[in-house]
């Protein structure tokens, strides 16, 4: 199979895919190109059964694309004119500064802003907002559902943003102001977070009841992928990062010892998690049934893998671990399916994430040891961090945040 570009100017910009063979050349599909609105070429694949109905989706595409540069060059020509009279709304000044902006969440900050910040403050003038509307933009936020989209239905049932949250959309609001005074459409910055909203440092995550982490082990999407629930077991029981658990080996497995050999993340030092029976008996089932040896990950690439074609490759490929981000990408999916319903993307504090593995172990095993197991648990190295980490108090009480 194969590409071929009509020689006729007028269909300039279409592509026929076609079966490649000697006695069969029959166009398949049709394929248009154009540049998008960044001005990069893309060549996507229509719904068209005819040459003409694909030049016709493809001039439609160009009209589209061409208005939506002249919108965009109307609003750039008005900002311009605002910028020049010193007339800029918040709204303009973050429209000019999101695009300068390239992290990878720059565009749930995007959403976030719109969503909680755009309505009350988005078209004061940027140089008359000051601290006290941002402090009553604070307040507003406190009691804001966490919901999003469709989910906005269920607004009575909804928890209210928690205060991490809202200290997170008040200081993005901060930097946009930094930003704004960088760029000379501001002199001061009116938000100053500290003052503004004040969180409690040892507010802790989300921690599993029995019932809730009995839900999560029998999920249908385990059956589908095993492996994703052997990853989420061994976050649980070695109670390490799961990065950390990603790049476990089958020479860090001691089955004789009962434990884990866990890498160095962060500040700490390598060191070896104790495990239960259960978890050795699936690391032990999982090896068997790839043929995995020594220096093989347990969470080796499994689409690669299979798509190998020689033997040297499978070896390979083995001996190589999975991004971490490829399974945050299925957890969260399935946790926002079963736990996370009406609750806020960064309410970090009341969602369910691959880290509450973690800390929902931890917590078990200062209820059942004390505070020295779960500290060593952790691989903490000060006992203070683990209290914060649990959420717990100078009186050893763990702290119930409402869950």
Known sequence: MGFRKLRAKKYTGIYEYFKDSDIDKRTIAYYIAYRDIDNKIKKVKCTANTKDDALKILNDKRAELTNDRAEIQNDHNLLSRKIMNNNLSLEDVAKLYFPTKTIKTIKSIESAFNRQVKPTLGKMKIAKIKTSDIKNLSEELKKTPALRGAQSKAKEDANPLNP???????????????????????????????????????????????????????????????????????????????????????????????TVHIRAMKQGKPYDARVSKELLDMLQTWIKKHDLVHDNFIFFP??????????????????????????????????????????????????????????????NVYKKFGIVHAKRFLNHTEIDTTMKYLNIDDDMELIDYGL
């Open 164 to 258: 991490r949250t809202v200290k997170k959309i008040i200081s993005n609001l901060r930097a946009i102001f930094n930003w704004a005074i960088k760029e000379g459409y501001v002199n001061k910055n009116p938000v100053i977070v500290g003052d503004i909203i004040k969180t409690d440092r040892n507010e802790a995550g989300r921690v599993l009841s029995n019932a809730e982490l009995e839900k999560l082990w029998n999920l249908y999407e385990f059956q589908v992928k095993p492996r994703l629930l052997l990853f989420l077991k061994a976050c649980y029981h070695t109670g390490a990062r799961p990065s950390a658990v990603m790049t476990i080996q089958v020479k860090h497995i001691n089955f004789d010892n009962n």
């Open 302 to 363: 499994m689409q690669l893998y299979i798509r190998a074609i020689t033997e040297q490759e499978k070896k390979s490929i083995k001996n190589t671990h999975t991004r971490y981000q490829g399974y945050s990408e299925h957890f969260r999916t399935i946790f926002d399916k079963h736990f996370n319903q009406n609750i806020g993307t960064y309410d970090n504090a009341y969602r369910v994430t691959v880290y509450t593995m973690r800390r929902t172990a931890a917590t």
